[in-house]
């Protein structure tokens, strides 16, 4: 006998999870989401002038700090939660960053070798 699957909420966490557990879990997925789209638009600029993405990661943390600042403002007002904390802010912008590094990184060592 299998064991239950939990039920998940539209966070896409397990029904029952503390509301510090829904934000950490907005926090990630924000952070994920913009990360890859950041690394992705770079690539896409670049191939749109025919170069390769190459070498390390162009982006900054202070970049990532504004990425994720938006967009984790918007999500959170759209979940009708409160605005993030500076802790937080901090958290998704090195997420933010690591994630669209991690991606870039992908891309570059396709397109070099």
């Not at 990360?35 to 070498?55: F, H, I, K, T, V």
């Amino acid at each position: 006998m299998q064991p239950a699957k939990p039920q998940v909420s539209a966070l896409g966490k397990r029904k029952g999870a503390t509301p510090d557990d829904d934000r950490l879990t907005v926090l990630e997925r924000s952070a994920r989401d913009i990360g890859e789209r950041w690394a992705r638009g770079w690539r896409e600029e670049l191939r749109s002038d025919d170069r390769p993405a190459a070498g390390g990661w162009p982006g900054t943390v202070a970049q990532a700090r504004g990425r994720a600042r938006e967009h984790l403002c918007a999500e959170l007002a759209r979940l009708r939660l409160a605005g993030p904390s500076p802790e937080e802010l901090e958290r998704a912008a090195r997420l933010t960053y690591a994630r669209a590094r991690a991606v870039w990184l992908t891309f570059a060592q396709r397109e070099e070798g």
